[in-house]
Every structure is written in structure tokens, then in C-alpha cells.
């Protein structure tokens, strides 16, 4: 499985830090770090795969339908 890099300058890093209380959920704490960053991006992306793959089922199920 290949291995996904991102990478911030440190000005930034202090930004998205600042940004935590933005990024997090209401009831959470504290700054972002990189761990809970890969968790957003991963979930995130789940997301997308799922609806494409709805997306390409439904098309592919419509092309099998006649036209009136």
C-alpha cells in the first residue's frame, strides 16, 4: 500500500495549529497534530471512495435500462 506525504512550512503548521478549535469537533481539546490531521484526511477520503462507487453503480445499472 503506498504511503501518502503532506507537508506544511512551519508558518504553515503554527496556522493550521491555530485553527484547532475550527478543526475539531465541539466537545474536543486541545491542538491538531498530525495524527488526528491523517484521521480527518483518511475518514474523509473513505467518504469519497463510497460515493463513488455508489455513483458508478447507479450509472452502470441506468445504462442497462431501455428507453421509453
Given at each position: 500500500?503506498?504511503?501518502?506525504?503532506?507537508s506544511?512550512?512551519?508558518?504553515?503548521?503554527?496556522r493550521?495549529?491555530?485553527?484547532?478549535?475550527?478543526?475539531?469537533?465541539?466537545?474536543?481539546?486541545?491542538?491538531?497534530?498530525?495524527?488526528?490531521?491523517?484521521?480527518?484526511?483518511?475518514?474523509?477520503?473513505?467518504?469519497?471512495?463510497?460515493?463513488?462507487?455508489?455513483?458508478?453503480?447507479?450509472?452502470?445499472?441506468?445504462?442497462?435500462?431501455?428507453?421509453?
Open positions: 500500500m503506498p504511503d501518502v506525504t503532506i506544511f512550512t512551519d508558518a504553515q503548521w503554527a493550521v495549529v491555530a485553527a484547532s478549535s475550527r478543526i475539531k469537533a465541539l466537545h474536543e481539546t486541545g491542538d491538531v497534530d498530525a495524527a488526528y490531521l491523517a484521521a480527518i484526511l483518511k475518514t474523509r477520503i473513505q467518504k469519497l471512495v463510497v460515493l463513488y462507487e455508489k455513483e458508478a453503480a447507479r450509472a452502470s445499472a441506468d445504462a442497462g435500462l431501455d428507453d421509453f
